[in-house]
């Protein structure tokens, strides 16, 4: 089930942006790139998503090759409580979140 | 708060036991998904309803049920209960039928089974 490979851990500095990258290198054309996050134990929280161009909201944007076989998170200043297990997720909407073992960032104070 | 509630928060049950588990989606979503987090398997999906109906299963126990009743609440039944089905159960919810739409989690319960 697997679509996406994401680094198992990174630490970003207060402040500064914390670039999360994600590889779906088989991601088919009608399949979106979602991205999600856990702090602590609570229940994921959506951030963003988007199929070819480039996305912002107010958490973060959504940089995606334009081959789009890789992606990534930015959060232009992260802050401590950004600390969480962030999630890379290909859908195509008619298939289930397969949610796989994300990205634990840590912001270090 | 993402609007979607789930009681109750915590539960200690015994090995052999049954219970449930009930989620309240956000006003006007349609869909309701479950899903079990464990330490050794991270977050899986078990089942989605729609508007009262079963769209879709995903790594749900034969030991498991769930449904979607008409004002659109949905409880999760887990019986014989086994040490293993220790995990926390979110809930989350969504517009449509489609993933496209981005699913809203509850807090989630945690099970304790000993």
């Known amino acids: 089930d697997a679509k996406t490979t994401q680094p198992t851990s990174m630490d970003c500095a207060e402040g500064r942006a914390a670039n999360l990258p994600c590889n779906h290198s088989t991601i088919s054309g009608n399949e979106y790139v979602y991205w999600y996050r856990q702090i602590h134990s609570q229940g994921p929280q959506y951030i963003i998503h988007g199929l070819k161009n480039n996305e912002t909201n107010e958490m973060a944007s959504l940089i995606i090759t334009e081959d789009r076989k890789s992606s990534t998170l930015i959060l232009p200043h992260a802050t401590l409580r950004d600390t969480a297990v962030y999630y890379c997720?290909?859908?195509?909407?008619?298939?289930?979140?397969?949610f796989g073992t994300g990205t634990r960032l840590t912001v270090i104070p | 708060d993402s609007g979607v509630t789930q009681t109750p928060k915590h539960l200690i049950t015994a090995t052999g036991q049954r219970v449930t588990l009930r989620c309240s989606p956000r006003s006007g979503d349609l869909s309701v998904y479950w899903y079990q987090q464990s330490l050794d398997q991270g977050l899986q999906f078990l089942i989605q309803?729609?508007?009262?109906?079963?769209?879709a299963k995903g790594n749900i126990l034969e030991r498991f049920s769930a449904q979607q009743f008409p004002d659109l609440h949905s409880e999760l039944n887990l019986s014989s209960l086994e040490l293993g089905d220790s995990a926390l159960y979110f809930c989350a919810s969504s517009l449509t039928i489609s993933t496209y739409n981005e699913q809203f989690f509850g807090p989630g319960t945690r099970l304790t089974v000993l």
């Open positions: 309803y729609y508007n009262g109906e079963e769209r």
């Open positions: 997720i290909v859908s195509d909407g008619a298939n289930n979140l397969f």
